[in-house]
């Protein structure tokens, strides 16, 4: 019976050991699990920041472009109106280049119609001179010869009637040259009125163009929303389920390490997908802006090809003027001519 005793107390302090170092083992199991789970926790918050800081990085640079771009544009804004400010007065000093010549013909025909002008009446009146002194010459013959005076006062007076229909006939034609001068001055005045208003005019605006270097988009609402979506999945994951307390020591080891290891990587996966999506959205903005630069520039070649066009237009209306005004006073010169020798 002591002997039973004693071997049953011997049994039940060994089972108390076993109980005791099971305890002590599952309580280590525990604490290291804990400890674990600390660290992931850790690690993620860092990656968390990381990430944080790449996506600040990211904006920043991509502000920073922005920036950049518009910088340029407005500085390529003033240089184009300064180019195009030069261009009007290049244009402006050409015009009146060549108006110069021009003015200078017109002053010059009409310097030299005033003389034509001056030198007939001084023949005119040296014409009505001599008349007189005809007349007084023909008046003494006829006192000293009354036959030949009757006959030559007949003559005279059909002379006289011939040189009064002449000087009506040049009178007249000096009254309608006259007209014609002066209807030709008006004609030149209004043709030069025209050529100085379409000169003048306002140049074809330019089209409107779009603006040198929009930004490129940000990211779409939806490429937004899977983005945060996979934040918001990402951070819902479940924690690693706690061991049982029943069971051996590798089960419980084995069964939290498979939980983590899936748990890495969805989570890898996650921000694998996360990249990729950043990617394809820096590649949708690149794309963007590519294709308004290529319609910017389009737009700029069709505005300088219209500008030409226009300038192209003014120069032939130019031509067609002078050509006018050169016919004008050709015309006017024969009619002079044909008049003189008549």
């Not at 007065?89 to 025909?109: C, D, F, G, S």
């Not at 030299?112 to 003494?140: C, F, G, N, T, Y």
């Not at 899977?226 to 994951?237: C, G």
Request: glycine share 2%.
């Amino acid at each position: 019976k002591a002997i039973r005793q004693h071997l049953e107390q011997v049994e039940a302090r060994r089972n108390r050991r076993l109980d005791e170092k099971q305890q002590r083992s599952h309580k280590t199991s525990m604490s290291r699990l804990a400890s674990k789970k600390e660290e992931t926790a850790a690690k993620e918050r860092r990656q968390g920041e990381l990430l944080a800081r790449e996506r600040d990085h990211m904006r920043q640079d991509v502000e920073r472009q922005i920036r950049e771009r518009d910088a340029q544009a407005s500085l390529r804004k003033e240089r184009d109106a300064a180019r195009l400010v030069k261009v009007a007065e290049i244009e402006a000093r050409r015009t009146e280049q060549q108006k110069e010549p021009m003015r200078a013909m017109l002053e010059r025909h009409r310097n030299e119609r005033r003389r034509e002008q001056e030198r007939q009446q001084l023949a005119v009146r040296r014409q009505k001179a001599r008349e007189s002194e005809r007349a007084a010459a023909r008046r003494d013959e006829e006192r000293a010869q009354t036959e030949l005076d009757r006959r030559r006062e007949e003559n005279i007076k059909l002379r006289e009637k011939a040189i009064k229909d002449r000087a009506d006939a040049y009178h007249r034609r000096i009254g309608s040259e006259k007209r014609i001068r002066q209807e030709q001055m008006q004609h030149d005045a209004v043709i030069k009125k025209k050529s100085q208003m379409q000169l003048s005019a306002p140049p074809v605006p330019a089209l409107e163009a779009p603006p040198s270097a929009i930004p490129p988009p940000t990211l779409s609402e939806e490429d937004a929303h899977r983005w945060a979506t996979s934040m918001q999945e990402d951070q819902a994951l479940p924690a690693a389920p706690k061991a049982e307390k029943k069971g051996t020591k590798g089960a419980a080891v084995k069964k939290a390490g498979g939980e983590k290891i899936s748990l890495e990587a969805k989570r890898a996966s996650n921000i694998a997908a996360r990249e990729k999506e950043r990617n394809l959205a820096q590649l949708d903005m690149l794309w963007a802006w590519q294709r308004h630069e290529k319609q910017r520039l389009k737009d700029e070649e069709d505005v300088k090809e219209q500008r030409r066009a226009d300038r192209a237009a003014e120069k032939e209306e130019i031509k067609r003027l002078s050509e006018e005004i050169q016919r004008s006073k050709e015309q006017l010169e024969h009619t002079r001519e044909v008049n003189l020798i008549k």
